[in-house]
């Protein structure tokens, strides 16, 4: 089974600075999809990157960048130029992309929650 | 935009009480999933389902279950309801192929308090 493991229960950041949060996972897999969930105080989860572990290329969005080191099973998330309305909780979650319907589901990891500084 | 409904928001049931939980989706979804969220654990997969009356188990379905008779609906049913089953629970919906890397789609989240 795949488990996902976020080890900074918490974060802060000054507003404009930047921050990196830390996911690792484990699988026996080596096609797979990676993402990012930000959870606000609303609690509606908004997806905020996604990674296929296929690709070598780190994804990026606009200001959210990844560092997917496949090797090593890190999958770190970046902020630059962090905004208030960044506060929020931050998940790492795995999926799988075989393609029978177990796969279908979401692995997440235990959450970061990441406070902005003004 | 897709849109994943639950019904209720805010719930206060008391020790064994029967609970239904409700979600809907618009964007008709082959997969739909309820995890549970709790402090320091994450989100959880109850059940989920990949078709009309089918469904899985996840990593925590002791106490739960589920029933899916329409593809845009499915429900989570707590038979008899305990304290330690007061948490946020989140339905969430996507397409059936994992292998495309379908975004799967949250609801807004329904608070629990067994009391």
């Known amino acids: 089974a795949q488990t996902v493991t976020q080890s900074q229960p918490e974060m802060s950041v000054q507003e404009a600075e930047t921050v990196t949060l830390s996911c690792t996972y484990d699988t026996s897999e080596s096609d797979y999809y990676l993402f990012w969930y930000k959870q606000p105080p609303s609690r509606q989860m908004i997806l905020v990157i996604r990674?296929?572990?296929?690709?070598?290329q780190n994804a990026t969005e606009n200001r959210f960048s990844v560092n997917f080191q496949k090797a090593a099973k890190s999958f770190s998330l970046k902020i630059s130029d962090s905004q208030l309305g960044d506060a929020a909780m931050y998940f790492c979650?795995?999926?799988?992309?075989?393609?029978?319907?177990?796969?279908?589901?979401?692995?997440f990891g235990e959450g970061t929650q990441l406070t902005v500084n003004p | 935009d897709v849109k994943v409904t639950q019904s209720s928001r805010y719930l206060v049931k008391r020790t064994g009480e029967k609970v239904f939980l409700e979600c809907v989706q618009d964007?008709?979804?082959?997969?739909m999933f309820w995890y549970r969220q709790d402090p320091g654990l994450g989100l959880r997969l109850i059940y989920f389902?990949?078709?009309?009356?089918?469904?899985e188990k996840g990593d925590i379905p002791e106490g739960y279950s589920v029933s899916r008779e329409k593809k845009e609906r499915f429900s989570l049913i707590l038979e008899s309801a305990s304290t330690n089953q007061t948490s946020m629970y989140l339905c969430?919906?996507?397409?059936?192929?994992?292998?495309?890397?379908?975004?799967?789609?949250f609801g807004e989240g329904s608070w629990l308090t067994v009391v």
């Open positions: 964007m008709d979804h082959e997969n």
């Open positions: 990674q296929e572990a296929y690709k070598q």
């Open positions: 389902s990949y078709d009309v009356k089918m469904k």
């Open positions: 979650a795995y999926r799988s992309a075989r393609g029978e319907t177990s796969g279908s589901r979401l692995t």
């Open positions: 969430a919906s996507s397409l059936l192929l994992a292998s495309s890397g379908n975004t799967i789609y």
